[in-house]
């Protein structure tokens, strides 16, 4: 106001002291959609516990190798070697002998640790980075049979023969390898007596368990089909696993404490306990969804089965790779979960290639769809080896999941009607007041996740997210 103009009204600044302001409830900005939780189908688990009841697995699927480095030096472990099928029943002294005749190689980005038709079997496991593994087709065109990634392996039955390899094994990044050829298998024949007998006879029992059971380690079940009468009828049985799973509820508590006066006296216009239990019941829901992702005893990351394990091709989540998942958890997939910025390096490579993908809402969040699966974000699958601006390179997973009791799926589980129940399965119960005037309530909440088959849930890793086209329209400007 200038000096020579007289005041005409009460300033706006001055009246504000008379003025009552607009208060929101407290905003917390750790709160997500947690569609993970809206969308699990919820199953009792009367006194605390559920059980997996499964058919028996007669031929166990292959676990990896587990990796440990030393000073940057690869090693595993003899005993983890009894992992591999075919060495679970070798006496362990040979199976010790065989694990110390590993050379560690390094091989550098496109070199061949094998080529079809040439060299002769070997036995290698991926120690660091990834291999491809690829015959020729009938055409010419070279066609891709696994991805193999850290603690995987390859080539362990064909040892003994003499034939030339019918694949190709290529390394797709820089990698270090354990390889085990023929020629350092024959030293321990010479040595071993009758180890060349026992190898053999352990490779034939193995390819002779393998025609017994189905692609899930299951024993066949004995079947007769056709018109033709005075047939016999084969007469058989499903068995049960000996030891099922059970699964116990996991616990997620805090103590909220408020002091008397504070709800007392400032309980306009908001309710002072109300809101502390509000942000509290919201961290705990948090904390759930991670425990259910991340849980080393039950979350989903750590519930796969090595042979649903997969690896990027090129880091990049790409369209091959979530079609590869699919082709994994095919029956009634229900839908993935990725870290958002997995979710964007995902609609790079889509957009690169010129399928965008759909999409969609799903309780009011708009969420892309794949080959109609929705794609769901959750910054609970963490990236490993980013910058603390939290927006530098690293990896992270990709999880596909079928869900529901009649699927065969993941289900979570609860227990509701528990004392002091303000939600399902979450309880709040006063603790009392100490001698300064604080109130404690507890706040608990039982919660768990079960897998009812290894097929539910399939993971893509090494998934990068710091990865970004340079589009060839760019380039044309920047000129």
């Not at 059980?51 to 676990?63: C, G, H, I, W, Y």
């Not at 030096?73 to 005749?101: C, G, M, Q």
């Not at 880091?315 to 997995?342: M, Q, Y």
């Amino acid at each position: 106001m200038a000096k020579n103009d007289l005041q005409r009204s009460i300033t706006t600044a001055t009246a504000r002291k008379l003025a009552t302001t607009t208060k929101t409830p407290p905003q917390m900005g750790a709160i997500t959609p947690r569609l993970l939780l809206k969308l699990l189908p919820w199953v009792q688990a009367d006194s605390g516990t559920y059980r997996v009841n499964r058919t028996k697995v007669e031929l166990k699927k292959a676990e990896r190798i587990e990796i440990e480095f030393y000073d940057g030096v690869p090693a595993f472990k003899a005993s983890s070697f009894r992992r591999i099928p075919l060495f679970s029943h070798i006496e362990e002294n040979i199976v010790n002998r065989l694990a110390k005749k590993f050379e560690v190689k390094e091989i550098p980005l496109g070199e061949y640790l094998i080529k079809e038709g040439k060299d002769n079997q070997k036995f290698f496991i991926v120690a660091q980075g990834q291999a491809e593994i690829y015959s020729k087709g009938p055409h010419g065109e070279n066609l891709r049979i696994a991805l193999l990634s850290e603690g995987e392996y390859f080539g362990e039955a064909d040892l003994l023969s003499d034939k030339a390899s019918s694949v190709t094994v290529k390394s797709v990044t820089n990698g270090v390898y354990f390889i085990l050829s023929s020629s350092e298998l024959e030293s321990i024949i010479n040595d071993v007596p009758n180890f060349r007998e026992e190898f053999q006879k352990a490779v034939d029992d193995h390819l002779r368990l393998r025609a017994t059971v189905n692609t899930h380690g299951e024993k066949h079940i004995d079947l007769l089909s056709g018109h033709e009468e005075d047939n016999v009828i084969p007469e058989t049985y499903i068995d049960y696993e000996d030891s099922p799973r059970e699964y116990s509820l996991n616990t997620v508590q805090t103590v909220v404490r408020v002091h008397t006066r504070v709800t007392d006296l400032y309980n306009n216009p908001h309710n002072q306990l109300e809101q502390q239990m509000r942000l509290s019941i919201e961290s705990v829901r948090e904390r759930q969804e991670w425990e259910l992702i991340n849980s080393p005893h039950f979350g989903l990351l750590n519930s796969v089965e090595p042979g649903y394990r997969i690896s990027t091709r090129y880091g990049s989540p790409t369209p091959d790779d979530l079609d590869e998942l699919l082709s994994l958890v095919w029956k009634n997939p229900s839908f993935f979960i990725a870290h958002p910025r997995a979710i964007a390096a995902f609609e790079r490579e889509c957009t690169w290639r010129g399928v965008p993908p759909e999409t969609t809402l799903i309780f009011g969040t708009p969420v892309i769809l794949w080959r109609g699966v929705p794609v769901i974000p959750s910054d609970k699958l963490e990236i490993k080896g980013q910058y603390l601006t939290n927006r530098g390179v690293g990896t992270t997973e990709i999880i596909l999941i079928r869900i529901g009791e009649k699927e065969q799926g993941v289900v979570g589980l609860h227990q509701t009607g528990i004392p002091g129940e303000i939600a399902p399965s979450l309880s709040a119960r006063l603790m009392g007041l100490d001698k300064f005037g604080v109130a404690s309530y507890l706040l608990t909440k039982y919660f768990s996740l079960a897998a009812l088959t290894d097929d539910a849930i399939a993971v893509l890793e090494n998934v990068e997210v710091g990865f970004y086209h340079n589009y060839q329209h760019r380039n044309v400007i920047e000129k």
